[in-house]
């Protein structure tokens, strides 16, 4: 019985953990149609990356309800809603002839995303023995960077083949069956919550976060204007404010009281920078190689894949390695390979081609997936299990918030420079390129100084 038990609460988290990597695939998988979009829909590079942003925003935000809602209702009911949310998504997003309407389609979808990965985690956390943590989130955190890494692959292939339109109509069969799994096997129950959902702290914190994301991608079109400052002070106010108002209200959205222990606070730094990386990356690619190398859609996608298979594979034995040496070894040892893969690309950025980015790449997708899911799981253990779930809520938000950024930064450093650079457009791109590059070496290098800080003063309160 005990056995039958286990088995079912794998194929729960198997069943969440389907819709989660076809979320996180889909944010990236529209990636490598960037060129095509801005010529179907006539507009700049600046504005068709937010089919990416607006999507990743979205996840952020409902990423902050997440503590309240796996309270509140039983996971095999937010379940449905996601998929069937996720499904009406790709409807819209495939039928439309009008950007507005698509941008609604990706909110749609990201709200989806938002409440299936906290679930896959919930039901980790919740479920699954502290001895068998590591492997089990290495596996989630397999799913979660192989998808948006394998999208731009996914995306190129089908629109070579089919049209991006195609891209949103592969993915139904398997949300389906995702749907059938969970509501059969997803057994946890609500807790329920003991104050009110803060609808506030909420608003609050979504209009920071929109502040934020929309200031940054106006750098690729206005530069830093007058405009930008204000979207970046406005961001700043509301989330004082709600920084406030979540610490001090009737209820809490997140337990930020969590990040006063510094090692959390270390880990949570870390996590930000490492997911900025990756999904930066997995956008910064195959822009770069299209424009600059003059490469295909489909081998833009391409030069992800095999860095994304290998490192996929390499994120349960990071985490194996966790649980029988302790996290600091995978950690450290990845966002070393981090660290030199982002130099690397500054170094031979004269002599890259697709394959030599695809090599270099390899070593930093083995890299982030040996230290990003085992950043999470530590942070778990520093906590009392009652917390667990703050962790969950607050990492997953800082997970989409830093992918956002990163994607919104990324483009924007690309395509100020394509607008206001000199010479051909693969010069000004390769210009831009440049500039991304050494903004990744310097996040890697910084989440490296953090990790060293975080597991000394580990050390010390053994």
Not at 274 to 279: G, P, T, Y
Not at 282 to 289: F, H, M
Request: glycine share 10%; with cysteine; aromatic share 12%.
């Amino acid at each position: 019985m005990e056995k039958v038990k286990s088995k079912n609460i794998y194929v729960a988290i198997f069943s969440a953990a389907i819709v989660t990597f076809l979320g996180i695939l889909n944010e990236t998988s529209m990636n490598v149609t960037y060129p095509t979009l801005v010529k179907e829909f006539n507009i700049p590079l600046s504005s068709v990356q937010w089919i990416t942003t607006g999507y990743l925003l979205t996840v952020t935000i409902m990423m902050g309800t997440t503590a309240y809602l796996l309270r509140q209702f039983k996971a095999r009911y937010l379940h449905l809603a996601a998929t069937l949310m996720f499904t009406l998504g790709i409807i819209i997003c495939a039928t439309t002839n009008n950007f507005g309407l698509m941008m609604v389609g990706r909110v749609i979808q990201g709200m989806a995303t938002g409440i299936t990965s906290p679930i896959m985690f919930h039901l980790i956390f919740t479920q699954i023995p502290r001895n068998k943590l590591g492997v089990m989130t290495g596996m989630a955190g397999m799913v979660i960077s192989f998808a948006p890494a394998l999208g731009p692959t996914y995306g190129g292939a089908v629109l070579g083949a089919f049209g991006w339109r195609m891209i949103f109509w592969l993915l139904i069969p398997l949300i389906i069956i995702a749907m059938i799994l969970g509501q059969i096997y997803i057994r946890t129950e609500a807790t329920g919550n003991d104050k009110p959902f803060s609808y506030l702290a909420f608003v609050l914190m979504g209009i920071s976060l929109v502040s934020f994301i929309y200031g940054m991608s106006l750098i690729g079109s206005i530069g830093f204007a007058l405009k930008f400052w204000l979207f970046m002070l406005s961001g700043l106010v509301f989330g004082a404010a709600f920084i406030f108002t979540n610490n001090h209200g009737k209820s809490q959205l997140l337990h930020l009281g969590i990040f006063l222990n510094p090692s959390i606070a270390l880990a949570g730094f870390t996590y930000f920078c490492l997911q900025f990386i990756n999904i930066g990356l997995s956008v910064a690619i195959p822009v770069y190689s299209q424009y600059a190398l003059g490469a295909s859609s489909l081998l833009a996608g391409f030069i992800l894949l095999p860095g994304s298979v290998i490192g996929a594979f390499s994120a349960p034995i990071g985490g194996h390695v966790a649980d029988n040496y302790g996290p600091k070894r995978p950690i450290m040892l990845g966002i070393s390979m981090i660290v030199l893969g982002t130099l690397g690309f500054i170094l031979t950025q004269n002599l890259l081609t697709p394959m030599f980015i695809l090599g270099i790449y390899i070593i930093v997708r083995v890299g982030f997936n040996i230290s990003f899911a085992n950043t999470m799981s530590n942070a778990t253990t520093l906590v009392d299990h009652k917390h667990s779930s703050d962790v969950n809520s607050s990492f997953n938000v800082l997970q989409q918030f830093a992918g956002s950024l990163g994607v919104s930064i990324a483009t924007a450093i690309i395509s100020i420079n394509q607008k206001n650079g000199v010479g051909s457009i693969a010069h000004r791109t390769f210009i831009g390129g440049k500039y991304v590059f050494m903004m990744f070496f310097f996040l890697a290098f910084c989440a490296f100084i953090a990790i060293i800080l975080n597991f000394k003063h580990q050390s010390k309160n053994k």
